[in-house]
């Protein structure tokens, strides 16, 4: 039976979500930990590709399990995964739905605070800077929901049939005192780095080192070489996945913790 799990990571720790040969991913240890409960082996497939250092509030991935059961799987899991990664939920489905094809939207935070914090180290990006230009910033973002060819904001874009992203919300907020910073962004799909990639355009035209308009020359023509320079990991956060047959509210409240004052 397929089975979606309901997840959470602060990814700090690890080389990004996928597994490959270059260091310890999210997907290596919560494998070994679900084969190692259940004495058999189990593979997973997960609703996305974070990058190394990169958090998840929300992941769903799914795994088929022939056999049920008789014991709190969930307790049993936790006891054995990292203080950094946590199960959730455990939901059994019908048929094959697919934890990544079937996701109709993902949605993405990334924080920025202007300070230096150790209680927001590795949980936040540091961008040691006095003054941004919070207006311009929202008024790039805006233009975001305009256009749909994202092939100036890919790490590699050749490697995708397509670069086309339908983004149904991008919005920068700066919290009350003014030295903390939040672009959200939410979409049908993303492209391999294409959040970093925007959130450092943004912080480029923040603090006054690149134009709305010249922002938008790339939209436009999505094919115009340009120097890619992506945002910090840190900062970035996974926070919201949606399927037509599930959506389920984010388990932790850290994205809530961090976005307090906006």
């Known amino acids: 039976m397929r089975y979606f799990f309901h997840s959470g ?33 189990v593979y997973i497939t997960g609703c996305g590709r974070t990058d190394a250092r990169v958090h998840a ?14 014991f709190d799987l969930i307790f049993r899991v936790n006891k054995l995964l990292p203080d950094d990664i946590a199960l959730f939920d455990i939901i059994p489905m019908e048929g094959q739905p697919h934890a990544r094809f079937d996701a109709t939207e993902r949605s993405y935070d990334y924080f920025i605070h202007t300070y230096k ?12 800077i006095k003054d ?10 805006g233009l975001l929901l305009k256009y749909n060819d994202y092939h100036a904001f890919c790490k590699m874009p050749g490697r995708n049939d397509h670069t086309i992203c339908n983004v149904s919300l991008a919005q920068v907020s700066v919290n009350v005192k003014g030295d903390r910073l939040r672009f959200q962004i939410s979409a049908n799909r993303f492209l391999g780095r294409m959040v970093r990639i925007i959130a450092g355009k943004l912080i480029a035209i923040g ?18 070489k340009q120097l890619i320079q992506p945002a910090y990991p840190q900062g970035l956060y996974l926070s919201k996945v949606k399927y037509p047959y599930l959506e389920f509210p984010s388990r932790s409240d850290f994205i809530n913790i961090l976005g307090e004052g906006f």
Do not use: C
């Open 132 to 141: 941004w230009d919070i207006g311009r910033m929202q008024q790039a973002a």
């Open 57 to 70: 509030s929300q992941f769903f991935f799914h795994a088929d399990v022939e056999e049920p059961w008789d």
């Open 207 to 224: 603090t006054g080192n690149l134009s709305v308009d010249e922002f938008e020359h790339y939209l436009i023509n999505p094919q115009h």
């Open 9 to 41: 990571y602060l990814g700090t720790n690890y080389s990004g979500w996928q597994k490959h040969p270059d260091g310890l991913s999210v997907q290596q240890v919560l494998e070994e930990t679900l084969s190692r409960v259940l004495k058999k082996p």
């Open 117 to 128: 914090d150790p209680f927001l180290n590795g949980r936040s990006a540091l961008y040691l």
